[in-house]
Antibody
């Protein structure tokens, strides 16, 4: 069974840093591109970042470029999102999502909440 | 960036009725459009991909149509578990973008 489990969310002050993790199981981790998607409370979904299967290429939404870094450890089946220079508008539930054979998000994690507040 | 506009924002229907949700793109996305369902406190779930293909395990009452800039998600006969928020997403252009969502609520 495919599973994605995020962790690492919490309360951080503006300007601070946080690292999210997404532990995967049930599939050949290195064969799949993974994305981060976020959702502010009561709002819609927003694409954040992409990392390809071998980890050599990443893409970022303009809203997080230069502040967030996505990486993966294929030996540990884990995806990471290093978040820096956090702002109030980064407050959201962060989901990791697998890009399936169809090219769309076929599996999602349960999400982890990041709160940015002083 | 492609903007996806969903309508209506809220749709109030009764179980057994037919639901029709719309998603309009600011420019052509070909058939690279998907629909997701999200229930409170849960992650989204893929329903329809490439405009008209049902994802694995999705009931036949869900169907999608359209291409270019205008897309429709139809639910033929609403079940109680179908009341949720529905999002469209495109992947024809980077970055992938989502619509703002349509809330399907019980009338």
């Amino acid at each position: 069974e495919v599973q994605l489990v995020e962790s690492g969310g919490g309360l951080v002050q503006p300007g601070g840093s946080l690292r999210l993790s997404c532990a995967a199981s049930g599939f050949t981790f290195s064969s799949y591109n993974l994305h981060w998607v976020r959702q502010a409370p009561g709002k819609g979904l927003e694409y954040v970042s992409t990392i390809v299967g071998n980890g050599l290429t990443t893409y970022y939404a303009d809203s997080v470029k230069g502040r967030f870094t996505t990486s993966r450890d294929n030996s540990k089946n884990t995806l990471y999102l290093q978040m820096g220079s956090l702002r109030a508008e980064d407050l959201a539930v962060y989901y990791c999502a697998r890009v399936g054979p169809s090219g769309w998000y076929d599996y999602w994690g349960q999400g982890t909440l990041v709160t940015v507040s002083s | 960036e492609i903007v996806l506009t969903q309508s209506p924002a809220t749709l109030s229907l009764s179980p057994g009725e037919r639901a029709t949700l719309s998603c309009r793109a600011s420019q052509s996305v070909s058939s690279y459009l998907a629909w997701y369902q999200q229930k409170p406190g849960q992650a989204p779930r893929l329903l329809i991909y490439d405009a008209s293909n049902r994802a694995t395990g999705i009931p036949a009452r869900f169907s999608g149509s359209g291409s270019g800039t205008d897309f429709t998600l139809s639910i033929s006969s609403l079940e109680p578990e179908d009341f949720a928020v529905y999002y469209c997403q495109q992947r024809n252009n980077w970055p992938r973008t989502f619509g703002q969502g349509t809330k399907l609520e019980i009338k």
